[in-house]
């Protein structure tokens, strides 16, 4: 048998550009923040704090401030007690924001993408931006730009980054349990079309330095309450199928969430539940907030039928081809309509994809 040098086995796996360049902003940076995506998931969260762990082990104190807060199924992770939720603290924040010299972005091609914080981090003018992320279409703000729509999660790049600078010996159990949350939750526990051979190959790595797969996946999954699973009951109630245009729909209004006792990240994965109805390609769940007078909306699809796409073009949105995100700011009705007709334009592609 051939020995096989697990870390050196990444050929295909894009670059950082300049990282000579990265590193020695690194060394002479005083001021370092980490800034995920608005309503972080677990890949923005566990790459950050990765990230976060990362920087301490090279001498290097960090701030990750996330715009808002996030699921508490999220919260076990290692230092996640260290995270600013810029909503929560807002003068503490701004003044770091202000101050660093080097702001790394995770998880996100542009920053709108992080709310009120976008203001904040484009008034800071002498800061050296890092971008490292899977999203299309990237805006062109970073000095130092790792962007590979390609790669299954910003964890595995996350990884693929600490490996460039030649650190891989550097992850630790902490290091290892974010990045396995991260790689795991945006690729649906390892199913999606993204998941490729070396991102196996990764997990393997992470669960060598430490993290534990069964822990980790009891500790983002199996969190559920009676409330919860009965909104899930109220989402199935809702679903709406249409066979001819291989989608299902999913909403929920603020009146339901409310009864049942809404909070951040209880909706997690519903939209899944109609992809997984036979022959049907397109999911889209709608959700009402009340709080931004918005409907939220998630967009998922099976194949070539981009949902990047159809987010960017008509409802402010964008993400991944297979799962994108989005927004309207009519009632949750009158956005139900909207989409029920804008759909017949898509029934040849649904039909062909
Ligand atoms: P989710 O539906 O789980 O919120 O998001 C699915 C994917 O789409 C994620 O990669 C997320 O970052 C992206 N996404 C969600 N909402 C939006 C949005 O409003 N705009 C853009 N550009 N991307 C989004
Ligand atoms: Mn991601």
Known sequence: MIPVCITTIFAFVMKMKNIKGLKAELASSQNIIIIPHKNPDGDAMGSTLALYSYLMLKQKKSTVITPNDYPSFLKWLPCNNDVL???????????????????????????????????????????????????????????????????????????????????IALINKDIATCLYTGIMTDTGSFRYRSTTSTTHRVIANLIDAGAENTQIHEGIYDTNTLSKLQLKGVALKNLRLFPEYRTAYISLSQKELNDHN?????????????????????????????????????FRSKGSFSVNQFARNHFEGGGHDNAAGGKSDLPLNETIDKFMSILPVYKKELLNS
Do not use: W
């Open 262 to 298: 809404f909070k951040k990240g209880d909706t997690e994965g519903f939209v899944n539940i109609g992809l997984s109805i036979d022959n049907i390609l397109f999911a889209v769940i709608f959700i009402e907030n009340e709080n931004e007078g918005i409907i939220k909306m998630s």
């Open 85 to 167: 939720v810029y909503e929560n603290n807002g003068q503490t924040a701004k003044k770091l924001i202000a101050e660093a010299d080097l702001i790394f972005t995770l998880d996100f091609n542009h920053l709108g993408r992080c709310g009120d914080l976008q203001e904040l981090l484009e008034a800071n003018k002498k800061a050296s931006f890092v971008m490292i992320d899977h999203h299309q279409q990237p805006d062109d703000y970073a000095k130092y730009m790792y962007s590979d729509p390609a790669m299954c999660s910003t964890c595995e790049m996350v990884y693929h980054f600490i490996d460039q600078m030649q650190d």
